[in-house]
T-cell receptor, first 113, second 116 residues
């Protein structure tokens, strides 16, 4: 089945550690996105990528990094510079050249302990 | 900077009441517009979308939305809600300008609670 897979579903990390969240899609989508969802703040865009080897900062990119070495993969690293990393992280993807909606993964809940 | 504003953060209404959720965006170029819903414990689902053509679009579960270009608005409506419509609703805008193609931004969401 086609879709977006985020792993792991739950992640715990200690303060000061970097952690990488995985996002893989087999929908042949061009564009991929990372969002952070916090209560009352909706989905805030962290980074997005329209094509391989290119990505743009979203509205809250500080303390995060991404790479897009393959079309189907868009991992997000939450660095120790992110002051408040505990959140629910959502990955999405869509076609670039067609008018279609974005499809979402199931999310990763990151907790800093 | 581009932004998406949803007028209400929380809405409480009774079954059979009508629902209207407001959404405005600030971007002067071409946009695609969406409403997503997140039921308790579930992932985001698409309710409806607008790309072009008839500004009144119909979605799943009896929802509809109207795009008013002059007001930069895309309000969601349902004539008669059910208890199962309790969820959080998100408006989203995808930019189609050359500088920001593909940037997909969401509003803060509206939590809707339908009481029996």
């Amino acid at each position: 089945d086609g879709g977006i897979t985020q792993s792991p579903k739950y992640l715990f990390r200690k303060e000061g550690q970097n952690v990488t969240l995985s996002c893989e899609q087999n929908l042949n989508h061009d564009a991929m996105y990372w969002y952070r969802q916090d209560p009352g703040q909706g989905l805030r865009l962290i980074y997005y990528s329209q094509i391989v080897n290119d990505f743009q900062k979203g509205d809250i990119a500080e303390g995060y990094s991404v790479s897009r070495e393959k079309k189907e993969s868009f991992p997000l690293t939450v660095t120790s510079a992110q002051k408040n990393p505990t959140a629910f992280y959502l990955c999405a993807s869509t076609f670039r050249s067609m008018n279609t909606e974005a499809f979402f993964g199931q999310g990763t809940r990151l907790t800093v302990v | 900077a581009q932004s998406v504003s949803q007028h209400n953060h929380h809405v409480i209404l009774s079954e059979a009441a009508s629902l209207e959720l407001g959404c405005n965006y600030s971007y002067g170029g071409t946009v695609n517009l969406f409403w997503y819903v997140q039921y308790p414990g579930q992932h985001l689902q698409l309710l409806l979308k607008y790309f072009s053509g008839d500004p009144l679009v119909k979605g799943i579960k009896g929802f509809e939305a109207e795009f008013i270009k002059s007001k930069f608005s895309f309000n969601l409506r349902k004539p008669s809600v059910q208890w199962s419509d309790t969820a959080e609703y998100f408006c989203a805008v995808a930019l189609r300008g050359t500088d920001s193609w593909g940037k997909l931004q969401f509003g803060a969401g509206t939590q809707v609670v339908v009481t029996p």
